[in-house]
């Protein structure tokens, strides 16, 4: 063990705890997606509400949605952290925070019932990808040249 971790810049610690702020982002997302399945009474195994479900099905579609969207991207994010952070930690670490507020700030102006309400802040979440693909470009070259 000792051995990989020479390997790595000592600033690859900032990667590691980036990865586990986000892990508390959604965390809180979880937990407010269960409070709402026992508000609304919508239950396991449905995934999103109908008016059957409850009169309040769109809040809850809502809630739901804001983490099931920050669910599927977190994959991506996830390897483009590790990897990038290889080469360019601080800068990867710095796209991490923006990625996991702007992801807070999308969920919970989703979770508002007005889905409109994700974008100011949470439209931030697709800059701070972009910027963590191109740290990864700037890596793989680098591993080419090298």
Known sequence: MAG?????????????????????????????VGKARKKYKVWFPTLYATEADTKDYKIFNCIQRGHQNSLESVPIFFVFMVLGGIQHPLICSALGLVYSVSRFFYFTGYSSGNPKRRMPIGKYNS?????LLLANISFGVNLIRA
């Open 4 to 32: 990989n971790v020479e390997v790595l810049p000592k600033e690859y610690g900032y990667i590691v705890f980036t990865i586990i702020a986000y892990g508390f982002v959604n965390l809180y997302m979880q937990i407010q």
């Open 127 to 131: 800059v701070a990808l972009v910027g």
